[in-house]
């Protein structure tokens, strides 16, 4: 529990479930919480209905007042609401607005960015997800003083951690929530008082981690070996996941696993791209001369499934290709 001395008046800005540790984790460090901004409600499901974002939904559970703009730049009410309440800092994690320059100016502390990756590297909307994409071996967070830029502020604290071989972007998600939310209560009284120098970032080493797209997903076998598909469908857990075709139709692969060479070995010389059965086990050549067993597929149209339970419904000819 903080000191009253070192009680801070704070607004929050965050959106998904990724923010709610932070959000608790300030609560519980007895910090006053003066309002929490949230993105508008949205339509979520097949039946697409309305539903509050997980930040909203916490802080309501706490009774905290949660105010929505649509937009946040040019809102003279929303920015009269801010001047009023004067915080020391506004907290910002997920949010998914760019956060204007009145507001960066507005608190004495500035606005603190909770970040998933270890800046200067995979600035941007996705860094779990292309971290684990790319086969790193590992990220981090950031705890950073947002400017005008994309994720070019300067960096108060981090925290590196690393990325077990078969950790997907959800596994990932839980722990840097957690952690993030521990190395933010860390940092406040640090900045408040002075006692830790923000350092700048070397602009020239940064990556950049964008949106994820529908077609992140879809399996090149040609272009990339088993290991880079399967970093691949961890990273882009739970979506957009990894898919090809199969006979003109789409199919999912919800689990697979890299084959080793020395299983691979007996393997017929193969296009990448071509699948081969062998009792009730799938495989698909890959770049290079690698191999993936697929353990769990989705054909279109149809459940899911394990390999063995498909190849009992389906009939696959010998050198089959997919994509």
């Given at each position: 529990m903080t000191s009253p001395d070192e009680r801070l008046k704070l607004v929050f800005c965050g959106t998904p479930q990724f923010a709610v540790p932070t959000l608790e984790a300030l609560i519980a460090a007895g910090?006053?919480?003066?309002?929490v901004v949230s993105q508008p409600d949205r339509p979520v499901g097949r039946a697409q209905t309305l539903t509050a974002p997980p930040v909203k939904q916490a802080a309501l559970a706490h009774g905290f007042e949660v105010v929505q703009p649509e937009k946040i730049r040019n809102n003279p009410e929303f920015q009269t609401r801010l001047e009023a309440i004067q915080p020391d800092a506004i907290i910002v994690v997920a949010y998914g607005r760019i956060i204007p320059p009145w507001m960066l100016k507005l608190p004495r502390m500035g606005c603190l960015n909770l970040h998933a990756s270890m800046l200067p590297r995979y600035r941007g909307a996705a860094p779990i997800q292309w971290a684990i994409a790319n086969g790193e071996a590992y990220t981090g967070l950031c705890i950073m003083i947002l400017d005008e830029g994309l994720d070019t502020g300067p960096v108060a604290l981090q925290l590196r951690r690393i990325i077990g071989s078969r950790e997907t972007a959800v596994d990932l998600f839980e722990h840097l929530a957690t952690a993030?939310?521990?190395?933010?209560?860390?940092?406040?009284?640090?900045?408040?008082?002075?006692?830790?120098?923000?350092?700048?970032?070397?602009?020239?080493?940064?990556?950049?981690?964008p949106l994820l797209t529908r077609e992140d997903g879809r399996m090149d076998f040609a272009a990339r070996n088993a290991r880079q598909l399967f970093d691949r469908w961890r990273g882009f857990q739970p979506w957009p996941g990894a898919f090809t075709a199969l006979s003109g139709k789409k199919l999912i692969?919800?689990?697979?696993?890299?084959?080793?060479?020395?299983?691979?070995?007996?393997f017929p010389p193969s296009e990448p791209g071509t699948i081969h059965i062998e009792g009730q086990r799938i495989f698909a050549s890959c770049a290079?001369?690698?191999?993936?067993?697929?353990?769990?597929?989705?054909?279109?149209?149809?459940?899911?499934?394990?390999?063995?339970?498909f190849l009992r419904g389906a009939t696959i000819a010998a050198g089959a290709r997919l994509g």
């Open positions: 910090h006053e919480i003066a309002l993030g939310a521990t190395l933010m209560v860390k940092a406040l009284p640090l900045i408040s008082r002075g006692w830790h120098r923000p350092w700048f970032q070397k602009h020239g080493l940064a990556t950049y981690a692969v919800h689990a697979m696993s890299v084959v080793v060479d020395s299983e691979s070995a007996h290079r001369g690698t191999w993936l067993e697929f353990l769990e597929v989705q054909l279109e149209g149809k459940k899911r499934v394990t390999a063995a339970e």
